[in-house]
């Protein structure tokens, strides 16, 4: 844990950033699954390929007169530049922070990894991530930090660049007030290493938050389109409601001509759809069912729902004291993800695994999955043994071909 007084710019937050600066259990874990999994070469293939932003979160705890000293809205999200985020860092000095390789997508990822660490049938998944990162030193803390994780970070740093970060504020009430420095987490090109990358995936991730910027939705149509060339399926997290309500035409574009998978929660849900906030989530489910053949919409503590192909199971949710609900969907679509590459043909089973996943987080304090309770988790998941029907539902042989 470090002190914001220690960082008044960038540069100096980046050189003060230690390995205690990551939670003390995930450090052992990394360590242990990293010796048990050593890292994949790239001429492997990816079970999943996840495409998306990466930045570095300094999470820290202020109170509600910090929020209004700053004029900032409590529980949203907002984009600030290189002098906000400058002023925010130097409000907290005083303040202690952590600060991890974060992001939405990252969570999935890690938890995917996690999960397959046990094997498939012996095999353990190969995880990987494509995203901008500078040549700084919080560049260099985050590629680091993501591999530790066993997910295999492929993108070179961009020279000279500046790596984005989220700060994120929670008050007393548990709510998380994030302001989100995009730095190079905004370029995504589509280049020869993508594309080769991608060809050897099963599944591709790409994070709705790319949608934010308009430079972005050439390069994330190229990877689609290669992704269906090569038999890949092609997941979409709707990721935030004012990112779809602002980029609404991309996120359509994207969904109608590529998309196999959608994860959202049911307020992302139906701002894709234009429902009103009265409509169920399982009325939203089934509209994206008309578009994409697998749906997953999570409801927060009222459970989930599933569509496929039309088709809507209601998830109830599991049992759970809740400690920290960010980070919940994240952990929901990581069990999704393991379930369609385990092979199951139940969508209950699988919906039920999901929020088994997304319970154990949301249980305790912070967005990543403990890679002790991954292990309970995936030892604890029923071996499919027969071909799943979802997968060819979905419409992807590469799955089965592991």
């Known amino acids: ?13 980046a050189d003060n ?16 699954i990293k010796s048990e999994h050593p890292s994949t070469s790239l001429s492997d293939r990816w079970h999943v390929l996840g495409l998306g932003q990466a930045m570095v979160d300094f999470s820290g705890t ?30 907290m000095d005083g303040c202690s922070y952590k600060a991890a390789a974060g992001g939405s997508l990252s969570n999935t990822l890690v938890a995917l990894a996690r999960l397959g660490g046990q094997g498939i049938g012996g095999t353990s998944l190969n995880i990987s991530m494509a995203g901008s990162v500078g040549s700084d030193p919080l560049g260099g803390f985050y590629r680091s930090k993501i591999r530790r994780a066993n997910v295999n970070f492929l993108s070179e740093p961009i020279r000279d660049g500046t790596t984005g970060m989220v700060i994120v504020l929670t008050t007393p009430d548990a709510q998380r007030t994030m302001l989100a420095y995009q730095g190079t987490s905004a370029r995504i090109s589509y280049d020869p290493c993508l594309a080769n990358s991608i060809s050897r995936t099963s599944i591709l991730v790409v994070e709705g938050y790319l949608f934010e910027f308009p ?6 149509a190229m990877a689609c389109e290669q992704a269906h060339r090569c038999g890949a399926l092609v997941a979409i997290t709707a990721s ?19 998309s196999d998978i959608i994860f959202a929660n049911s307020d992302e849900a139906r701002a894709l759809c234009h429902c009103s906030a009265k409509e169920s989530p399982a009325v939203a489910t089934r509209y994206l069912g008309q578009f994409v053949p697998f749906v997953s919409v999570t409801d927060g503590g009222k459970g989930s729902y599933i569509g496929l192909k ?22 929901y679509a ?40 991954a292990s309970k988790l995936a030892t604890s998941y029923p071996l499919q043994h027969e071909r799943s029907t ?7 042989d590469q799955i089965s071909s592991f």
């Open 215 to 220: 430079d972005t939705i050439e390069s994330i």
């Open 390 to 396: 979802i997968r060819s539902d979905v419409g992807s």
């Open 310 to 331: 039309g088709e809507v199971v209601y998830i109830p949710p599991t049992s759970c004291v809740p400690v920290d609900t960010c980070g919940a969907g994240d952990a």
């Open 240 to 258: 935030d409601v004012s990112c779809i309500e602002g980029h609404y035409d991309d996120f359509w574009h994207i969904i109608f001509n590529y």
């Open 17 to 32: 950033l230690k390995l205690s600066d990551i939670d003390e259990d995930d450090n052992h874990q990394e360590t242990d």
């Open 334 to 373: 990581s069990g999704i993800l393991y379930g369609l590459l385990r092979g199951n043909s139940n969508l209950k089973g699988m919906g039920a695994f999901a929020s088994k996943v997304a319970a154990t987080v949301v249980s305790q304090q912070g967005t990543r999955l403990r890679v002790r309770d």
């Open 62 to 91: 202020v109170d509600d007169e910090f929020l209004n000293r700053l004029g900032l809205e409590k529980g949203t999200r907002k984009m600030v530049n290189h002098e906000e985020r400058g002023r925010v860092l130097q409000a």
């Open 1 to 13: 844990m470090s002190s914001a007084s220690d960082a008044g710019s960038s540069d100096g937050l």
